[in-house]
């Protein structure tokens, strides 16, 4: 019903920033909240951050200050600014799409962000 496709993934050093971006399409009209999860090697994929249609957002505290969750209802496009990277931000980097008209969450393929300290 829905896909989505991430982008902007990469090595960075410690205290740099990246800009993930992802793209849903399909039947982008029934999505109410989009977000991103992280898993790291060995630990259960994680909440970093999300957002609804009506720019509400909610961070893990791992993250807040550091990343910036943002969103283009238009063009079904979220980004995720990440600045003052940590080793520990390392992992792969999940887009999800939810809604109750959506039934079931869809899930982008992942991206990897490595941040070498």
């Known amino acids: 019903q829905v896909q989505l496709v991430e982008s902007g993934g990469g090595l960075v050093q410690a205290g740099g920033s990246l800009r993930l971006s992802c793209a849903a399409s399909g039947m982008t009209w029934k999505i109410k909240v989009m977000g991103w999860y992280r898993q790291a090697p060995g630990k259960q994929r994680e909440l970093v951050a999300t957002?609804?249609?009506?720019?509400?957002?909610n961070y893990a505290d791992s993250v807040k200050g550091r990343f910036t969750i943002s969103r283009d209802n238009a063009k079904s496009i979220v980004s995720l600014q990440m600045n003052n990277l940590k080793a520990e931000d390392t992992a792969v980097y999940y887009c999800?799409?939810?809604?109750?008209?959506?039934?079931?969450?869809?899930w982008g393929q992942g991206t990897q962000v490595t941040v070498s300290s």
């Open positions: 957002i609804t249609d009506g720019v509400i957002t």
């Open positions: 999800n799409a939810g809604g109750v008209l959506l039934g079931r969450p869809a």
